[in-house]
């Protein structure tokens, strides 16, 4: 979560005072007959000048409620609003909202104002909590606030006797046989031999009293075993005792992906991501670069795509930059934050030798042909520079109506067109190029290949004579006809084509003989139900039609879903919420369950953080940190290892104090209970402070800390957790 102030206001923008400033609170949820809304109330101050007033939201149905005021959707997602009342020194503005507020992350964000000269300015503006009353996070009949009373009787199943060995670590070794033979003097430089071994990941550390052995079976062994050993050293102190350690992962493709199209990340944050990744023994970082809202990737021979594709700002027509989505100040050339940037080509270069040497393969994704809004724009920009439509992405007069997923109507290519291929076939073309050059393997890219919406063609004159010569099957057929080229020219280069589950569900017998054998891997993402049949399963479908399966299950390894449901807790709720133990459970054979007579074709696990949320580096790192360890642990050792406890006991003592002074991370809550008649709390840690308050207020830093049960007749009893320099969101009792 973001460093937050949990005063009666929150903060958030750090650019000079401007003139302007906006003020908003949610005035709380309430319920009809056409279901929940809520009103978002801003306080425009100092608007003299002021014609609109713009601002970013997740698209939702809105609409002003004083007569004189009024909404307007740039895109989904993109809003401005003007008023009569612009002009005074203070003008309120009341927005009825349909849906729940969620979380902070479901809150406006982006605010400027363009000014009746047409200037783009940027504002001010501030966050009234939504933790301080029930009514502001839920409703009577829905209240999804993880109470402190649930949370103290979850912390106390984390309670444990058990004390850390010197060889518990994440991910957990496969064998350890302590020699006793006293400690390691000198583990270093390790003397290191050449085995043979069925896996070519596997290794062997012998560590003696005069200094360490390693045998490893390849080059990527040798790695991860220096890197096991020096994480053993630095937590034992310097101290390790004599043993042979035996080890070797479960799956060899072991995942994160990091989205930097819906909001950048700068270099060095994903330098830092790829160093981790290697330190938890994971080997590949899935780079999702592009998307509907930018282009992030240098390609030379198409400089629109970054010209404009990764500059967002105010504008209504798109020719200069896209509109700005989820974050910004209205300027396109803003280098602060995360709405602008890209990574040159020489950058990506440097970058994929760095990831190399760390023995994780960089898997970069081209979306196709739907999620491509900001590619579509680029290449039409293209089309207007040199009047050339041989890489136009859409037709005119396609009057094709359709809603994607994230509610836009213009973001899938036309594949009926030559325009499409011929772009993916120069990108494609492109990276492999910058793979070369630095001198390192393209073990697969990516197409995407999901979410294409229903009507996407529909209207589009090219399309409907290309199904019907064709004799393809519908939109979909067209779909199929795409990737299989893709797939044709990937296998042409020698690259594996990997993609979403939707290019591998749901085909023809036909197309999965040509696809399957063509495709590296295939990312399994929906909802897993234990309770469906084992034919519902969307892994099982991707197996049966000869898929290697990726799992990627929304509900385990989503790492931009919310932590929990605290309104405070940033993080998309969509498929649930995902923290390390959701991850920790996330079981290959439950959620690719294989007939007795079949034979699994699970080639690893993968965690993904889109970043419609994320605004800052440091706000990554308190996603993927501990929630990623769960998924580490799971993609080395497919079955269970360390229980729940002891788990959190490696990662309270062991994981969390390791990244203190060079990384964020995110804490758990301490628990509240009232039980004859004292209060009792108690934390997921040891050693952590928890403060606290009994007036209803935010407990502070300064707030009494809790040491042993008192009695209190307090109705509300508010506590923060503080340990290692970081502090939790608060847990909440009502007492009856």
Request: some cysteine; overall charge negative; hydrophobic content about 35%.
């Amino acid at each position: 979560m973001r460093k937050m102030i949990f005063a009666a206001t929150v903060m958030l923008s750090t650019a000079a005072m401007a003139q302007t400033t906006v003020e908003w609170q949610s005035l709380g949820n309430n319920t009809d007959e056409k279901g929940v809304s809520y009103v978002q109330r801003l306080t425009v101050k100092n608007t003299a000048g002021v014609e609109r007033l713009c601002f970013n939201q997740f698209s939702r149905k809105m609409q002003v409620i004083t007569p004189g005021d009024a909404i307007h959707e740039i895109v989904p997602g993109y809003y401005y609003l003007t008023s009569d009342d612009f002009g005074a020194d203070s003008v309120v503005i009341d927005i009825h909202t349909r849906g729940t507020l969620a979380n902070v992350s479901y809150r406006p964000d982006g605010f400027h104002v363009v000014t009746t000269d047409g200037t783009v300015k940027p504002v001010e503006w501030t966050y009234k909590s939504i933790s301080s009353s029930p009514e502001l996070w839920g409703t009577p009949s829905r209240d999804r606030m993880p109470y402190a009373d649930a949370i103290y009787a979850f912390n106390e199943t984390l309670n444990t006797r058990e004390r850390l060995g010197a060889f518990d670590i994440i991910p957990s070794f496969k064998s350890v046989k302590e020699t006793k033979k006293g400690y390691c003097a000198q583990a270093v430089n390790p003397q290191v031999v050449a085995i043979e071994h069925e896996n070519y990941e596997f290794y062997r550390i012998n560590i003696n009293a005069d200094g360490v052995v390693i045998e490893a079976a390849s080059p990527q062994a040798e790695k991860m075993a220096r890197v096991a050993l020096m994480k053993l050293w630095h937590r034992n102190g310097g101290k390790i005792p004599t043993a042979v350690i035996e080890d070797y992962p479960d799956f060899h493709y072991r995942c994160v992906m990091i989205d930097i199209s819906r909001n950048n990340q700068p270099l060095e944050a994903l330098e830092d991501v790829a160093f981790r990744l290697s330190q938890f023994r994971m080997n590949k970082l899935h780079f999702h670069f592009c998307d509907d809202e930018a282009w992030r990737l240098e390609i030379p021979a198409f400089p629109e795509l970054t010209d404009l594709g990764s500059r967002r700002g105010y504008t209504l027509d798109e020719t200069g930059h896209l509109v700005q989505i989820f974050a910004g100040n209205g300027n396109p050339d803003e280098k602060a934050g995360s709405a602008n940037g890209y990574i040159t080509r020489p950058q990506f270069i440097a970058f994929l030798k760095k990831c190399y040497d760390l023995g994780v393969d960089v898997i970069p994704e081209i979306e196709s042909p739907g999620h491509a809004r900001a590619a579509i724009k680029a290449m039409e920009a293209r089309y207007r520079r040199t009047g050339d439509d041989l890489y136009r992405l859409i037709e005119d007069g396609d009057t094709s109506r359709y809603t994607s997923a994230q509610a836009f109507h213009d973001n899938v290519m036309n594949p009926a067109l030559p325009g499409p291929v011929n772009f993916m076939r120069v990108v494609i073309g492109e990276l492999i190029s910058m793979y070369k050059e630095a001198g390192v393997p393209l073990t697969a890219i990516h197409i995407g290949g999901d979410e294409v919406p229903h009507g996407a063609w529909n209207g589009s004159p090219s399309a409907l004579a290309f199904i019907e010569e064709n004799n393809l099957d519908g939109e979909k057929g067209l779909h199929a006809h795409f990737v299989k080229q893709i797939a044709q020219i990937l296998a042409e280069r020698g690259v594996p084509m990997n993609g979403w589950q939707e290019i591998a569900v749901g085909h023809s017998d036909e197309y999965n003989a040509q696809v399957a054998p063509l495709t590296g891997g295939v990312n399994c993402w929906t909802v897993f139900n234990p309770k469906a049949p084992i034919e519902k399963h969307i892994s099982v479908q991707a197996m049966r039609g000869g898929y290697p399966v990726i799992l990627s299950n929304v509900n385990h390894f989503y790492l931009d879903q919310s932590y929990n449901y605290h309104p405070d807790e940033p993080g998309l709720t969509w498929g649930g919420v995902v923290d390390e133990f959701a991850s920790l459970d996330g079981y290959p054979a439950k959620m690719c369950p294989v007939p007795a007579d079949g034979k699994s074709q699970v080639i690893g696990l993968s965690g993904h953080v889109f970043a419609e949320t994320l605004r800052s580096p440091e706000q990554l790192q308190r996603y993927l940190y501990p929630k990623m360890f769960g998924l580490a642990e799971r993609a080395w050792n497919a079955d269970e290892t360390y229980t729940r406890a002891k788990f959190n006991l490696v990662i309270g003592e062991r994981e969390l104090p390791a990244l203190v002074g060079n990384c964020d991370f995110h804490m758990r809550q301490p628990g509240i209970v009232v039980q004859k008649g004292k209060v009792k709390m108690n934390s997921p840690y040891k050693n952590a402070v928890i403060r606290y308050t009994l007036d209803g207020t935010e407990p502070t830093a300064d707030s009494p800390v809790y040491t042993k049960p008192f009695a209190s007749d307090a109705k509300e009893i508010r506590a923060r957790l503080y340990y290692l320099g970081k502090q939790s969101v608060t847990s909440i009792l009502y007492v009856k």
